[in-house]
């Protein structure tokens, strides 16, 4: 570090700090991309009551901004039931729902983009609701939400950072931290968002790759 | 004097145009044909500027189109009706025609919108100077094309395929005011594969073969037995139009008897 | 503790001079974001350096958090001697992050215009200021007005970080609400769903402007597909 007041410790948080970011990163948006699937499947099936319970609750959490989301699960929550939360499972709790809201509305754009007349036909040849999400409208609907969903990951990436308000030490917390000891915030801020960019870019570039490959599986099927 | 001198133009590696020569002097209608990919329309889009010269020269009355500054004085003299019209989609069809002479020519706005309504009454759409371009059907929306290119009182007349894109009834609605427009004496250069009408219209036709313009005849001449039709390609290209080109006047197959 | 929104009674005043904030700073951060938006869009469409310049600035600013820019601007920059008060920080950080969103959909909305309506404003002798003016922006931006929206509300949600550096929009009130009445669990039930209803009014608004907008654009001023070989015969 070419700063004088930087030390070797410092890049030591830095890296715990985006390790603890991924990781979180990595879990709820697994957890969303499950859920928010799920959720889409429901609703394509035309389940009553629960579809529509679903989409509402969904529709809210994105249409709100997820800081209110986390003090909501953080503060809210545990004077309701009187228990209180640890900042990672509130963290890890509303960042998942908060994916799922965003891939659910993904989710159900792909699978209305799959024609009916294929699910028709489907049906017609005796495949059950599982077997046809599983080998009809899941491969097709993922083509279709391939580009929006690598979107939605390095959105969700920075989404983040917003839970060192609640104190998890993620990147975010550990430049606070790395601030309130040296006292060059313009420096550490710059370092803060290299890391970030350099995280969401690699992403993109991952996210891309994937996209290529199964486009170029579903370039025979004429999609 | 629309002068275009050994004009080369290439898209990478295919040549477009392979040094093409003519001229078209007031008060001429003269005629482009050549089959698809010839480079006809790639033709009018050197003389208007829309493509950048690979070779030769292209002159409007003296201005070198190469030459941003000529060039922009070169657009005021002459104007373009496209294939597909392109309209302002934004814009009420009487917007479309005064845009340019107001802003571009400087003339007051109330004179220009009285000739542009004079101009919609003589092509029939004096109806509709208040509508958009995505109310009208193609033929309504290629004659404001026609009127908006009139509106700059352009000394030439730049016509790329102006009924290609439209079926027969809309095709003679066009070609009806274009034949008009010759008479009165509108000089114009045309792009077209109506060839009977081009025989019609026109004082002299110029054929185009693979980007070389192979013959450049008074129309008498160009349809005659010992002229045009003693070229093969001519030949060829007309039996092939033939089926097509019955809008006015003797089918194409009696010339070619 | 059962779920009781009359606690708030008292502090609706309070979390109404917060809403106030929020709608001018986001208000202005819109304004901001939309100039900056059009202006990025037209010169990320060419090429040059500006053009590579204006796709580095959106680069950056669409890969760093919200916050990170917020903190950037609002701690970082006074060490270098600029000093911005906590609302125009806010203005400034959603008029950029703004700009960044905003100038891909100017620039789509560009890149969809049918070639042939700008050369017919070319060959017309329109000027290319006249040109970007009168054809190019007023087309791009009725197109890009439902993306442009959604860009829009996503500022309004962000502005709720704004509360991090001590402005004290509806969030940063909600807090001090929340800690006042110990019952944080309606407060924020409360302002969630208050940000909803708003974004959602927001998006019925966009939806109205932009069928309004569009309605004489039955398609892109070309006839494409208007006859067989519509778009053959490019001799």
Known sequence: ?223 | ?257 | MPFDLTVLTPHLDTLLAGALLTAGVCALGIAAAFALATALGVLAVGGGWAGRLARLYVDVFRNVPFVVQVFFLFYGLPEVGVYIDAFWTGVLALGLVGGAYGSDVVRSGILAIEPGVVEAAKVGGLSRPAIIRRIVLPIALRTAIRPLGSVFVNLVLSSSILSMITLDEVTGTARGVASETYRPFEVYAFLLAAYAGLTYAVSLGIDALHRRLNRHMADNGAARGAAPGAMEGTA
Request: net charge positive.
């Open chain 2, 1 to 257: 004097m629309i002068a275009v001198e050994g004009v080369v133009k290439r898209f990478g590696a295919h040549t477009v145009l392979g040094g093409v020569s003519l001229t078209v002097a007031p008060g001429e209608v003269v005629t482009i044909l050549g089959s698809s990919g010839s480079g006809k329309s790639t033709l009018i889009r050197c003389i208007n500027g829309l493509e950048t010269l690979d070779g030769g020269r292209v002159t409007v009355d003296g201005l070198d189109v190469a030459d941003p500054r000529q060039l922009a004085q070169a657009r005021r003299l002459s104007a373009t009706v496209f294939q597909l019209f392109n309209l302002y989609p934004h814009m009420t069809v009487l917007r479309n025609i005064t845009l340019a002479p107001e802003l571009v020519l400087r003339r007051p706005k109330n004179e220009v919108e009285a000739q542009a309504r004079a101009l919609l009454a003589s092509v029939g759409l004096a109806g509709k100077a208040d509508s958009y371009p995505g109310q009208l059907s193609g033929g309504q929306r290629q004659r404001v094309g026609i009127c908006r290119a009139l509106a700059m009182n352009p000394r030439y007349l730049l016509l790329d395929e102006v009924t290609s894109a439209l079926d027969p009834e809309m095709t003679a609605e066009v070609l009806a005011i274009l034949a008009r427009l010759a008479t009165q004496g509108t000089t114009m250069l045309f792009v077209t594969h109506e060839v009977e009408f081009a025989r019609r219209i026109s004082t002299r036709i110029v054929f185009l073969d693979q980007g070389r313009l192979i013959v450049d005849l008074p129309t008498d001449q160009f349809f005659a037995a010992d002229g045009g039709l003693a070229h093969p390609r001519i030949r060829q290209f007309l039996s092939k139009m033939a089926p097509s080109s019955t809008v006015a006047g003797a089918p194409v197959s009696e010339i070619l008897a």
């Open chain 1, 1 to 223: 570090m070419r700063h004088a007041g930087f030390t070797w410790h410092d890049g030591a948080l830095l890296a715990q700090g985006l390790g603890v970011s991924l990781g979180l990163f990595a879990g709820t948006f697994l957890i969303g991309l499950i859920l928010g699937s799920g959720a889409a499947v429901v609703r394509h099936f035309r389940v009553p009551a629960l579809g529509t319970l679903l989409h509402t609750g969904l529709e809210l959490l994105r249409n709100s901004p997820v800081l209110v989301q986390l003090f909501l699960v953080f503060f809210g929550v545990p004077a309701l039931i009187h228990q209180p939360l640890t900042p990672v499972f509130a963290a890890g709790l509303t960042l998942s729902a908060n994916t799922a809201a965003f891939v659910y509305f993904i989710a159900v754009a792909g699978l209305d983009a799959v024609g009916r007349d294929q699910v028709e036909a489907a049906r017609a040849f005796g495949l059950s609701r599982i077997q046809l999400v599983r080998h009809i409208l899941g491969p097709q609907a993922l083509t279709f939400a391939v580009a929006p969903l690598v979107g939605l990951a390095v959105n969700q990436l920075q989404v983040t950072s917003l839970v060192s308000v609640i104190g998890v030490v993620d990147l975010t917390k550990a430049g606070d931290i790395l601030n309130l000891r040296t006292l060059r915030p313009f420096a550490v801020w710059a370092m803060v968002g290299v890391l970030y960019f350099a995280a969401a870019k690699t992403l993109t570039l991952l996210g891309n790759r994937w996209e290529r490959r199964l486009r170029a599986h579903a370039a025979p099927l004429g999609l």
